[in-house]
């Protein structure tokens, strides 16, 4: 009988403020892509699929097949789960890394981590949903000359007792559309004030120190341009920031994290009413623990 092959990869949040295209964070918010390989065919989804779906399965069979690894003959897919698409928390890489690695554990998994990591950043195009995704927990990473270009990451576990309340517009943002609004060059104080908050923000979760964590997620980078097109985004970021304590726009949105609540003692992560700007829009709420497990697979 033709091998099923389950991956269940996490959502997640990147950027953390000022930390573009460097810093994500796996969160407990899940997809999972199925493969169930067959004789011939070539991928064909099990129903209706996204149209994007199938543009990235073809995508990573392409990159995939330029390893000189073996394909299989023919699979069916599916994605399921309850990431929201285009709402700046990873779906894209849900599906990316859910077939890819399946691709790899069909062929006998002949690519090392490291290795799926840096094609998903190629096919990504950038490392902090990447490695976060793939890895799960807070995840630093370096690129090279291109942010397409993964060179290495730094993980950071985060304490389950740590609570990011993620708002979610019915707003779909696509990342390419978003890149275009941001400016070609920056005034040398925004740069320096953005490099101290991912710097500060980074130090905080490196070291435990959640107790630091109040407004070291200001961006001058990003956000600035991109939250404007996000209807209540401008007003939800220093709303979650005042809830949060440290608030962002996740990716290139739409949804708004509110980080950092739960870390200390008597602190309650559901009252984030603090992003109810985002209400001027249907908008889901979730409490969500970060994930330190990255993608699994599975294999019937």
């Known amino acids: 009988m033709p091998a099923t092959i389950k991956v269940r990869v996490p959502g997640s949040t990147s950027n953390c403020g000022a930390g573009f295209d460097t810093l994500g964070l796996g969160l407990q918010l899940y997809n999972t892509v199925t493969l169930h390989l067959t004789p011939d065919g070539g991928p064909q ?9 199938a543009d990235m399965v ?4 392409q990159e995939f097949a330029l390893t000189g690894h073996p394909l299989p003959a023919g699979f069916t897919y599916s994605i399921t789960g ?21 691709l790899n554990a069909a062929a006998g998994n002949p690519l090392s981590a490291v290795d799926q990591v840096r094609m998903l950043t190629r096919l990504e195009g950038h490392p902090d949903n990447a490695t976060a995704g793939f890895w799960g927990g807070f995840c630093v990473s370096r690129c090279g000359d291109s942010a397409a270009d993964y060179v290495d990451v730094i993980r950071v576990e985060v304490p389950a007792h740590l609570k990011f309340v993620v708002v979610s517009p019915r707003i779909e943002i696509a990342t390419t559309g978003s890149r275009q609004v941001l400016p070609a060059q920056l005034s040398h ?11 500060f923000l980074t130090a905080a979760f490196a070291t435990g120190r959640f107790d630091q964590l109040r407004g070291a997620a200001g961006d001058f ?17 220093p709303a979650g920031i005042a809830a949060g304590p440290a608030g962002w726009l996740s990716g290139s949105g739409s949804s708004v994290v509110c980080g950092g609540r739960g870390a200390g003692p008597g602190s309650r992560a559901g009252d984030a009413p603090g992003v ?6 249907r908008a889901s709420l979730r409490v969500l623990s970060a994930d330190n497990q990255g993608l699994v697979v599975s294999v019937a």
Request: aromatic residues 2%.
């Open 58 to 61: 073809a995508r990573v069979c």
């Open 82 to 102: 309850e990431v929201p698409v285009s709402r700046g928390l990873g779906s894209s890489v849900t599906v990316l890394a859910g077939v890819l690695a399946g």
């Open 221 to 237: 980078l990003h956000e600035p341009y991109r939250l404007p097109g996000i209807p209540g985004a401008a007003a939800a970021v």
């Open 45 to 53: 989804p099990v129903s209706d699929q996204d149209a994007r779906a």
């Open 276 to 281: 109810c700007p985002l209400s001027v829009v």
């Open 189 to 199: 104080r925004d740069a320096v004030l953005s490099v101290n908050r991912a710097a």
